[in-house]
């Protein structure tokens, strides 16, 4: 038996078998000279490898935004930085043209010359992102013929991954069924790897000298993603406290949901709110934080589809979609049908779309024009509603003329189905269409759902990925007065408005959104807690003050102010 010690980067406690993943120092570059008549040459494959590349990324990045929400997405916004950046563009082309050297070696040691100053920084958080340019550098070169990836999309079941290092384009590659722990030699706390390992909820231990060469593969590992132990080929002792350690903690962790956050979310003053959760995948709707939950909010139907060669068939998404309904039942499970297009750009239709996507078919527009697509995915949920508690939500509505159109299609497959009582129908609102609409819409729709990520971006006219912008587009007070109208006009429709976009998850920010009137909030479940207990130390009287002062700000800096200084006030 062996214990190793390393630093704690994501929480949690898991055992296996060792998969060790050693790429190893070397890169494969190849390097040799060139014509001048093949300089031109060497330009168009390198232009030709970063086009590929983003697009790869953009893929990539839709996939993610899927399955992990948009924070974790946005991880890859500073890869599509350095592919898109002029000037490393035209570095590695005066390399090729200077030095006469081949494309491969001009990108390896340009991005090694950034890699390296990076890794200079005192600050850890800079020196992190050296791999990031040095994932980009392996993804441009894997176009270029050169180093493919590796494969961790089908490790063996039970696997603790044991490795020198881990760049985000690995952890996103990891088979998460089969992955139980990772084990680093290298990387931060702050790394993206890390980042990733804690939003798939995989413990991770980093920091673990010589782990790839004292762990053998196939060694029986304890990862206690807590203290940073590691425990290779654990004795009987070991092994008997390990197991009564994980089954403590997954206790201690259930009965904390259970005990401070059961029961409705009610403020001081008696005002309940409901919270709902924003799931990518079936096993989600068991966290256990789901059980204080209201149910499910918001089923983001797009990971069934995107990187798929062909669509998933009926009875594929029933099978799922009656999982998540079994697992909250008798709650309401809220499944959105797709929302593709945009950024999110499924591997069987990526040819069809536009230049530019985010003003073209997204939605419900793109639904019902792939209508065999659209169908298949409505009869799987009716199907659903058979045996389950689900409601059927639209995204992307631009009036009440696709939302009826959407909607009769659907009341049409129930009757055709011959279920008794059609599902509820919501529309989600978040496009500035919507809101004009919302008076007729709501009038239609059996609920409504406001998306505020995508509704920031097209109220501001501005791509909330936008270097700067991160994080500020959503107290702009345009953004509060828009949210403030939706809320009275659902209220005054006698409508119940969820908000599910990402502000839902942010305490600060679902304050405001009870103050502006609404009373139904979808988050991530594991956000839910902050949340709970945030509103369940305010009044209603306070909430409405701090929104009518956010509502008369001019910028959003004011906005911010007044809002941190509320919440100081509850802490």
């Not at 045996?387 to 003329?401: A, I, Q, R, S």
Request: net charge negative; proline share 5%; charged share 25%.
């Amino acid at each position: 038996m062996k214990t190793l010690k390393g630093q704690p980067i994501s929480p949690g406690y898991a055992e296996g078998t060792a998969f060790v993943y050693d790429r190893g120092p070397g890169n494969g570059v190849p390097r040799y000279q060139i014509g001048r008549n093949q300089v031109d040459s060497e330009h168009g494959r390198f232009h030709q490898a970063i086009e590929r590349s983003a697009e790869e990324l953009q893929s990539l990045r839709s996939k993610i935004k899927s399955e992990l929400g948009q924070a974790e997405a946005d991880i890859f916004a500073a890869h599509l930085s350095l592919l898109h950046d002029e000037a490393f563009r035209q570095r590695t082309r005066e390399r090729i043209e200077r030095d006469l050297v081949n494309v491969e070696q001009a990108v390896d040691a340009e991005v090694s010359d950034l890699a390296r100053a990076l890794e200079e920084v005192e600050s850890e958080y800079i020196r992190e992102r050296a791999k990031d340019v040095q994932d980009v550098k392996r993804r441009v070169l894997k176009h270029l013929g050169h180093g493919p990836e590796e494969e961790l999309k089908r490790l063996p079941a039970g696997s603790v991954l044991v490795t020198r290092e881990l760049l985000p384009s690995d952890t996103l590659g990891l088979d998460r069924e089969h992955v139980t722990a990772i084990v680093m030699e290298h990387g931060g706390e702050t790394g993206h790897a890390a980042i990733l390992a804690r939003a798939m909820g995989i413990p991770a231990v980093t920091g673990v000298a010589g782990a790839t060469e004292v762990i053998e593969p196939g060694s029986h590992v304890h990862v206690d993603g807590q203290s940073g132990e590691v425990t290779v080929s654990p004795n009987e002792e070991a092994e008997s406290a390990f197991v009564s350690v994980k089954a403590r903690q997954s206790n201690e962790a259930t009965h904390t949901v259970e005990e401070e956050y059961t029961g409705p979310c009610r403020t001081q003053d008696g005002t309940d709110i409901r919270l709902y959760a924003n799931i990518s995948r079936p096993e989600e709707a068991s966290q256990p934080e789901m059980k204080s939950l209201e149910g499910v909010g918001l089923f983001r139907t797009e990971y069934l589809f995107l990187g798929q060669p062909i669509p998933p068939i009926e009875a594929q998404q029933e099978e799922v979609y009656a999982a998540i309904a079994s697992a909250v039942a008798p709650r309401p499970a809220v499944i959105r049908t797709l929302d593709l297009g945009g950024d999110k750009k499924p591997a069987f239709l990526t040819d069809s779309f536009e230049a530019n996507p985010n003003l073209g078919m997204r939605g419900l527009r793109f639904s019902l024009a792939e209508r065999d697509l659209f169908e298949t995915q409505l009869r799987a949920i009716a199907r659903t509603a058979l045996k389950g508690n689900v409601c059927v939500l639209f995204p992307m509505v631009l009036g009440v003329d696709d939302f009826l159109t959407a909607a009769e299609r659907f009341r049409q497959i129930c009757h055709e189905l011959e279920l008794d009582d059609v599902p509820p129908i919501g529309a989600m609102i978040e496009t500035p269409s919507a809101v004009f609409e919302l008076d007729r819409i709501a009038t239609e729709a059996d609920f409504l759902s406001v998306g505020t990520n995508d509704l920031v971006q097209y109220v501001l006219a501005a791509d909330r990925n936008t270097e700067g912008l991160t994080g500020r587009l959503g107290v702009h007070p345009a953004v509060v007065r828009v949210l403030q109208q939706i809320a009275e006009g659902a209220a005054a429709a006698g409508r119940e408005a969820c908000v599910c976009g990402e502000v839902a998850g942010a305490p600060t920010f679902a304050r405001l959104l009870v103050g502006l009137g609404f009373r139904a909030l979808s988050m991530a479940p594991r956000r839910s807690p902050a949340v709970w207990t945030a509103l369940f130390e305010s009044n209603l009287a306070q909430l409405e003050n701090t929104a009518r002062r956010a509502v008369e700000c001019r910028n959003e800096n004011e906005v911010s102010d007044i809002l941190e200084a509320a919440g100081a006030t509850l802490t």
